[in-house]
């Protein structure tokens, strides 16, 4: 079977050699003065014009690096930058891959082990999120504190496999995947470019695989369990990356708010006409008398009756955000809306570190 974008399924992406291909090649492409790149950062949806900014710039498509797969998502462009970024020299990676496209998570991953071959200590990931804080506002900036993915706990991890070692171990921790001391600098750099602190915001995001949009219940639950966002990446670079040693660094932009109100009721709603209509009840009953004689009598009685039916009302408050619902054209508004504010908190992040 075809896999997406005409990717060959003999890629082994369990060898050294696979990744290292892609790597040498990047070189050859770059100036001598440009072979350590220092810094990486991943643009979600609608972030890649931080791309733009970076000077001394040299672009190089997925498609003629060897190994990589194309992304095929709108607002993903599928091309690296290189370039320097507040003086320091930096690989922007515009428009990510995702499981939901077909490709493996190994495959998803694939450039962030090629950039630690060429010298990135730090990455930085951006990603368009939809919000399950009800405290947040549509573009909040969330710098993510920790993650809760849904994928992993279904046993779906881009580490599955034979382990590379000679990127990092087999069982690499993750509970200090976020760098506390780059969450640091982020809210300083906040600060520094004029961002209102009520907009800046800390917390957990969640992964699920997407490409459909949470169910209101499933949106409740991640919420219960401690999430604050909620997006469709992230969370396997972010794993891949600690795996390798590298410094993270994520940011979410809320694009939107999520559904999670219950939703109308359909027994509600039909059971609604009943209600102010006078029902009648017909009840029949049947009782033996005995004479002075013993002679028994059976008398059948029927009375009718009537009530006022009730029934149930659809709950006007718990279906207040029945009116929700996310799509992409939406977060890709949003994104473009905040990408100035984005671009900025970002090169001062790099600047400050």
């Not at 100036?31 to 000077?55: K, N, R």
């Not at 947040?136 to 382990?163: C, E, Y």
């Not at 009756?305 to 939406?330: L, R």
């Amino acid at each position: 079977m075809a896999t997406p974008n005409s990717v060959p399924p003999s890629i082994d992406y369990f060898s050294m050699e696979t990744y290292q291909a892609a790597a040498d090649y990047i070189k050859t492409k770059l100036p001598a003065t440009m072979q350590q790149i220092e810094v990486m950062i991943i643009c979600g949806s609608g972030l890649g014009g931080l791309a733009d900014t970076l000077e001394s710039q040299v672009e190089m498509h997925y498609k003629d690096i060897p190994n990589f797969a194309v992304s095929t998502v709108a607002g993903h462009a599928g091309k690296l930058v290189f370039g320097y970024l507040s003086g320091k020299l930096t690989v922007c990676m515009v428009g990510r891959k995702h499981a939901y496209e077909g490709h493996s998570l190994l495959r998803t991953v694939f450039p962030i082990r090629v950039m630690k071959l060429i010298g990135v200590h730090t990455v930085i990931v951006t990603n368009a999120a939809g919000g399950l804080n009800h405290d947040f506002k549509v573009a909040d900036i969330m710098v993510i504190q920790d993650h809760l993915s849904i994928p992993s706990m279904a046993g779906l991890s881009a580490l599955i496999g034979p382990n590379l070692d000679a990127f990092g171990p087999r069982f690499p921790p993750i509970s200090d995947a976020y760098d506390y001391n780059l969450r640091l600098v982020a809210f300083k750099a906040s600060q520094e470019v004029g961002i209102p602190a009520e907009c800046m915001q800390e917390g957990v995001y969640c992964m699920v695989s997407g490409p459909s949009y949470e169910s209101r219940a499933e949106a409740r639950n991640l919420n219960k369990m401690g999430g604050d966002c909620v997006g469709m990446s992230t969370v396997p670079e972010v794993i891949v990356a600690r795996h390798a040693g590298m410094k993270v660094l994520g940011l979410s932009l809320i694009t939107n708010h999520v559904n999670q109100s219950v939703g109308k009721s359909a027994k509600a709603e039909a059971f609604a006409a009943l209600k102010d209509k006078k029902v009648m009840k017909t009840v029949t009953s049947t009782t033996t008398k005995t004479d002075d004689k013993g002679n028994k009598t059976t008398v059948v009685t029927t009375t009718t009756t009537s009530s006022e039916g009730s029934a149930a009302g659809a709950d006007g408050d718990a279906n207040a955000q029945d009116s929700i619902i996310v799509n992409h054209e939406e977060v890709l508004e949003t994104s473009a809306a905040r990408s100035k504010d984005m671009q900025n908190l970002v090169r001062t992040i790099v600047k400050m570190m």
